[in-house]
């Protein structure tokens, strides 16, 4: 005999409702009949209930802390362009890669951001080696973020999301309707893009655990030092000055020059038919006044 199409939808709509209860303050209750539901079901409601915090807090209490360590330094080197190729080849050796390398070209030097990926267990021995690359370490900031309990949280999301789409599963081989079959695949497909999810957030936390991220600022010692207040230098200032009017006479000459040996002589070919016309309406209006 044919299951009724109620019953196995409220057997869909009891385990979606009950999967929920661990991860929102509240439910909205779906009636059902508790009857049919088959057992896992039901041990899935009851660690849903009050004994999952204690469940999460052994699984964080017994994993293996997550951080993601991250640093930031100001350096001032010799050679930007040296220190650039050591950073890209020391994090190739460490077992890194580099994720972005920014330039900026001055009068006095180039100026660069480097930054790179390692393994968090070489992040120290990365941080000795940019200091031994720098003449003055201006500024330098290590952090860490412990994603430990985010980690924990999205395992048990897991288990449950996997639990239930065994549940799914098996209502959907049990069912002999076709709307009760429609209504349990829409469920099971929602499921399983939450079980997708939820392993590509764990991924990206694993990653950004297991590799630190350092940023590194690169400034030449031309651009690095400091403004020179000395004292008066006459001598030093009269030179400057003469040079400064040996440019401005040196425009002039060359301006003169220029309008004398180009500009005039465009100005006097462009004059010449000017003239030629203007002569030739003064003849014709005189010989018709004579008339």
């Not at 077992?95 to 968090?120: D, I």
């Not at 940019?130 to 330098?140: D, G, H, P, S, W």
Request: hydrophobic residues 50%; aromatic residues 6%; proline residues 5%.
């Amino acid at each position: 005999m044919k299951r009724p199409l109620w019953i196995l939808i409220g057997m869909a709509a009891l385990l979606v409702a009950a999967g929920g209860c661990a991860f929102r303050p509240a439910a909205t209750p779906v009636p059902a009949q508790p009857a049919i539901l088959p057992a896992p079901v039901e041990r899935e409601a009851a660690y849903s209930g009050g004994g999952a915090d204690a469940v999460a807090a052994a699984n964080i209490a017994t994993t293996e802390r997550m951080v993601v360590r991250t640093a930031d330094l100001d350096l001032i080197v010799p050679d930007t362009e040296k220190a650039m190729d050591d950073i890209q080849a020391m994090a190739r050796e460490l077992g890194g890669y580099v994720v972005s390398v920014e330039a900026y070209q001055y009068q006095e030097g180039r100026q660069a951001t480097v930054t790179f990926r390692v393994p968090a267990e070489r992040l120290d021995a990365a941080l000795d080696r940019l200091r031994a690359m720098a003449t003055t370490v201006r500024r330098e900031s290590v952090s860490g973020q412990d994603v430990t309990d985010q980690y924990v949280d999205l395992q048990s999301r897991l288990r449950h999301l996997e639990a239930k789409e065994k549940q799914l599963l098996e209502f959907l081989d049990r069912a002999e309707d076709t709307e009760a079959i429609l209504a349990v695949y829409e469920h099971l497909s929602q499921t399983q893009a939450e079980i997708e999810q939820v392993k590509g957030r764990m991924q990206y936390l694993e990653n950004q655990a297991a590799l630190a991220t350092v940023t590194v600022r690169l400034t030449p010692d031309a651009l690095a030092q400091p403004l020179d207040t000395g004292g008066w230098n006459l001598p030093a200032t009269v030179r400057s000055a003469v040079e400064a009017l040996l440019n401005v006479l040196e425009f002039f000459v060359k301006a003169l020059i220029y309008i004398v040996i180009v500009v005039l002589p465009v100005l006097i070919l462009l004059a010449l038919p000017v003239m030629g016309i203007f002569l030739l309406v003064r003849w014709l209006v005189r010989r018709g006044r004579r008339r």
